[in-house]
């Protein structure tokens, strides 16, 4: 009979705290710029910080997965929609959300943002432009540390 | 040979925005009082706004599944753990954990919640004392808008 | 005061039993047929049945969230992969993974899948060629249905 | 300026096959048994296979998130519900769902379960007389393994 020496532990990870402070803002699309809180390799969910300059329009995208925005500063819309989202407010975006998002009023715009899968940056006739994904932001996190002699953390450990 | 006369249109849904100031603050423990945003009875998914007095202590509880915690105002931490969230932290909780919450400093504390499945208050023994989820929360919030005579938002529509 | 006439009364919705005998083939890539057994537009979940004609090969594609597989007939791999897949068996299939699947062996191959967002099919150069989620899959269904006179079944609803 | 010398690599997940022929059935309750196919400790995510005897009926319970179950073989029902599951058959449980399994019919039952957080057993009063999760289905696989002398395979691992 074999004799089983280490059987993992079986125990429940704990909670933990990211702050935002200890990671950087990372060039995005034109002055805007995002940072990497959380990313699952599994699940394919990212969590980011995104900061767009007041004003600033971005492409529009695809999300084929869920998303969830908590406004921490300024105003912001999507060109689609009725709705002006401000600080404190919630957007719930269900899956397979298609839309263009802009800064309005004179403050930058910073949003909390859970994303389940990846941010498809799609052009006027559908074809998909450019894609994001927790393994994409984490390349662009890494690829940023390097360059800057920053030591990453590893957002991907729970 | 059957007619098909309705077939239900296929249209993704849009993106939304939750407003915090068109919901009321609803009692929950002591004289901490919660917001509810959006609950999904499909998959269990609670979205709340938490506020906790200065010093306040919840009790000790379980979580089935996973909680993210944006911490909007204020300072608290687990008495388990070692860290203190601060305004524009992430706390990121793995399915399974266990704690007891604790405002820390002076300022009264309110969270963003994004709960999947129930949050199981549990005694001194692990015995459950209580539990809340999309469900239970709904039903405060409904009771409290009967009771003050506040018409409902629905909250579980996408 | 106003009056509250009617709060949405709260209760947990019933398990159900979706029998695919109710449900037909949809015709899908050149032989193969997909059965359309749940659609959830809030997470964008799509649940199938997936029937390969034996030694078919589809196209490579991309899914942005988890899969799982669970073989009901037949064998089946990626061509990316070194394992078989037979019935019983169940496949794992992490956020971002991407592959090409192969009917092997003289058996159809029949497999119950769980998608978490979309199924991208991918070009030799990555560009996407065509894409399916939640939507897709049940217009098809639909568009069956109409064509065949046969009333559809709401597979949206929980 | 900081060297950084390991940028942990950035490479998606390959699928993986679980084949439950290397997995050993557990006793579970009275002559129920089950096989842990895939545990997840950060979504709280459970794969498993159960084996229900012929006649049985397990004690009621309670999932505070989705569950899916496809029935591989035999047939079974929810006391509480109309419908009897049978083999191809799906059901699909949004979250919150309570309900007491009985197996029906002459033939043992399998089932192949994907629960997302507990199950919570529970008495004619509504208190919890047991829970299972991904932790505790995790431990009495080791639990078994190390009794039996087998090597345990790592199910948390994606």
Redesign the interface.
Known sequence: ????KE??E????????????DLPWIPYFGDAKFKL??A??????N?TLLWVPANMQLPAHFH?????V?T?QGSWR?L??P????P????????????TPQAVGDEDVIT?N?V???LDYIGENG??LARD???TF??KY?DY??AE????I?V?K?
Not at 83 to 86: A, D, F, P, T, Y
């Open positions: 009979m074999t004799e089983v059987i993992k079986v125990v429940a990870y704990h909670a933990n705290n990211v702050c935002p402070d809180l959380k699952n390799p599994v699940t394919g969910q969590i084929p997965g869920t998303v969830i908590y921490v999507y689609e929609d709705w002006v989202s401000k404190g407010d919630m957007v719930y975006e269900p899956a397979g959300s298609k839309h909390f859970i389940e899968g990846t074809e998909i994904n927790w393994e984490l390349k890494h540390c390097a002699g920053i030591e990453p590893d991907t729970f």
